[in-house]
């Protein structure tokens, strides 16, 4: 249900905005 | 774990002392040379100058230096304090400071209100939002229709747009957020807490640098 998610908790979810990537690489 | 002053050692320019990073932040002075040891790699990983830049930053994100996207140009720009177009070791070290366990939860949604901002407007606009949304889409390979990423971002407006002007401001974003712990999620890393334990590589690294 798309439609039913909070539009911010969408985007939350960009990998461009997880850096605990910094410290995998 | 201790850590010895690497006094001594060759640093890149723009390297900030360890104890003043440390008298700022919430990492100890271990940490942050722990930090140092992942920043030189970050730094290294293309163009070897000792400061990190877009690519560099893209690659250790998302293995692949020339993938763009929306959300980690804004995390690198928030990154990017002198607005030079590379990150220095102090800036990364303040920088990664807001998603410390420890930081204030008032700082951690300062700096995602700054990240949503897009246009720098002092407001998270409706335009803005749906263009988060549909870079997010972009990224997952997901297709919603204009209909439906319309939908979303109403419901989401009239959730956080109290004073109903269209537009989303600080006190707001701050109101919507202490209603959705969640979205805060990602600004926390709990790596953070106590590098030394979690990469003690890095600190062993720091101490051979001597």
Not at chain 1, 5 to 10: D, I, Q, S, V
Not at chain 2, 59 to 81: G, H, P, Q, T, V
Not at chain 2, 103 to 121: C, S, V
Request: proline share 4%; with cysteine.
């Amino acid at each position: 249900q798309p439609a039913a998610m909070n539009a911010f908790e969408l985007i939350s979810m960009s990998k461009g905005l997880n850096l605990a990537n910094l410290f995998d690489s | 774990m201790g850590c010895i002053p690497t006094k001594l050692a060759k640093h890149t320019p723009g390297y900030e002392d360890p104890t003043v990073l440390a008298s700022e932040t919430s990492f100890s002075v271990c940490e942050v040379e722990a930090l140092y040891e992942l920043f030189k790699k970050l730094s290294h990983s293309i163009f070897k100058d000792g400061l990190i830049r877009k690519e560099e930053f893209q690659l250790a994100l998302f293995k692949n230096s020339k993938r763009k996207n929306l959300f980690a140009d804004r995390i690198f720009d928030l990154f990017d304090i002198k607005r030079n177009g590379v990150i220095e070791f102090g800036e990364f070290v303040r920088s990664l400071n807001v998603f410390h366990p420890d930081t204030p939860t008032e700082e951690k949604i300062a700096f995602a209100f700054k990240l949503y901002d897009l246009r720098h407007t002092g407001y998270i606009e409706r335009e803005e939002l749906k263009e988060m949304v549909f870079a997010l889409l972009d990224e997952s390979g997901l297709h919603l229709s204009d209909d439906v990423v319309e939908v979303i971002v109403e419901k989401t407006f009239s959730q956080a747009d109290s004073k109903g002007d269209g537009r989303i401001d600080p006190d707001e974003w701050k109101e919507f957020v202490s209603q959705n712990p969640a979205l805060l999620k990602n600004m926390t890393l709990p790596y953070l807490k106590d590098m030394t334990m979690v990469f003690p590589s890095f600190a062993v690294n720091s101490e051979l640098d001597e």
